[in-house]
């Protein structure tokens, strides 16, 4: 049975950090890309990042580009996302999801292009 799960948020202050943490069982994760999400209430669910299944490629939202960075340890099954300067339109909860193989650089941010979805965690940006 495949699990993706997710870890490592809260609450924190504006320009304040976190790293999120997606822990993965039941695949073999080397063979996946992982994708971020993030969804606010009243929102649609929205791309934040992505690493390729071999860590050579990665994609940003231009939202977060320059303030996050995505990582990946296959040997431990997980995947990062380093979260600085965070802002209040950060807040959201954050789901990881997997792609069997490459991701498309045209469509990495589409939910419908994930197969597996974590249950998420949650963010909260505020003073």
């Known amino acids: 049975q495949v699990q993706l799960v997710e870890s490592g948020g809260g609450l924190v202050q504006p320009g304040g950090s976190l790293r999120l943490s997606c822990a993965a069982s039941?695949?073999?994760?080397?063979?996946?890309?992982i994708g971020w999400f993030r969804q606010a209430p009243g929102k649609e669910r929205e791309g934040v990042s992505c690493?390729?299944?071999?860590?050579?490629?990665?994609y940003y939202a231009d939202s977060v580009k320059g303030r996050f960075t995505i990582s990946r340890d296959n040997s431990k099954n997980t995947v990062y996302l380093r979260k600085n300067n965070l802002k209040p339109d950060d807040t959201a909860v954050y789901y990881c999801a997997a792609l069997l193989g490459s991701p498309n650089r045209y469509t990495w941010y589409r939910t419908t292009s994930y197969e597996y979805w974590g249950q998420g965690t949650q963010v909260t940006v505020s003073s």
């Open positions: 690493i390729s299944n071999s860590g050579g490629s990665t």
């Open positions: 039941g695949l073999y994760l080397n063979y996946y890309t």
